[in-house]
């Protein structure tokens, strides 16, 4: 009979592959057995349940874990920074809620993640402001969304459409480029012997693509509720505006919603502003609710 194994005694810092296998042997739980360990572990502290929950939970940290390996970051040290967000979540996990806690945990192992990443990069310097964060989170993003792929600082175009995008000056883009540029490519040593390389720490995504997949879409239904409920604070006026603005591909200028309502271009980028802060509180406070994040 085949051992089980022990979350006490794995560590993905210890050996990757071996932890990237052994994780794999926790079980994955149905709606139903997931919903009655947590009830157990609400209700009655029940530490064997919430060890289930976290171990059949592990596949997808390592996954989440393995989309922010370009950080030039030990990617064990990255999986236990989202271990200790799961463990977080399945602390907090309310079923009654109606989610599944690869939803809700989803939330939580990034945050933690991403914080670990944050301080580990000294960001303090630059300014830890929420633009900043979302620049360094998503300039790579941005840059392979309209195939910026050259080296070294960004054509203009390039920069322009960037910083427009996540809404920073091009300046700012411009030093998170250059600061990122430094990341190691996925076939650069781990180590100076030049034995092992980035890539060989990827995962094998088939044991766990579902249970990401559906994690992932549950997690987008959530988000579009949050949007919905939130654009219902908002004027007619504002609603139309920031869709016009902000949520379409081709977003309408300035001067043409200035034309459709008889105003100067300054009064639409006021009220565009004050609406996107309405609409970003709204979902905060939606999301506080129904306790997806802390308050």
Do not use: C
């Not at 959530?222 to 654009?231: P, S």
């Amino acid at each position: 009979m085949t051992a089980k194994p022990s979350l006490a005694i794995m560590s993905p810092e210890q050996g990757l592959s071996r932890y990237l296998s052994e994780i794999r042997k926790f079980p994955m739980l149905s709606k139903d057995e997931e919903f009655m360990l947590a009830k157990r572990w609400g209700e009655h502290q029940d530490t064997e349940a919430a060890h289930k929950l976290v171990t059949s939970h592990l596949r997808l940290v390592a996954k989440i874990a393995m989309g922010y390996r370009g950080y030039g970051l030990p990617i064990g040290e990255v999986i236990s920074e989202g271990n200790v967000g799961l463990m977080q979540a399945v602390k907090k996990f309310d079923p009654d809620k109606g989610f599944r806690l690869a939803t809700y945990a989803m939330w939580w192992i990034r945050a933690s993640i991403q914080e670990y990443i944050l301080r580990s990069w000294s960001l303090v310097k630059m300014g830890t402001t929420a633009a900043q964060k979302k620049l360094f989170f998503n300039l790579r993003k941005a840059k392979s969304q309209i195939s910026a792929f050259e080296d070294g600082d960004l054509h203009p175009e390039h920069l322009s459409a960037i910083a427009t995008k996540l809404g920073v000056s091009e300046q700012e883009v411009t030093d998170m480029n250059r600061r990122l540029s430094g990341d190691a490519s996925l076939n650069a040593p781990l180590r100076a012997d030049g034995e092992s390389e980035w890539q060989d720490w990827l995962a094998d995504d088939t044991a766990i693509s579902q249970e990401t997949q559906l994690a992932e879409s549950e997690e987008r239904d959530i988000r579009v509720g949050l949007l919905q409920e939130a654009m219902e604070e908002l004027t007619d006026r504002e609603k139309h505006i920031l869709t016009e603005r902000r949520l379409k591909d081709d977003p309408v200028t300035l001067e043409e919603l200035a034309g459709q309502y008889g105003v100067s271009r300054e009064r639409v980028r006021q009220i565009e502003v004050r609406a996107f802060e309405k609409l970003q509180k709204a979902m905060q406070a939606a999301a506080t609710e129904r306790n997806l994040v802390d308050a």
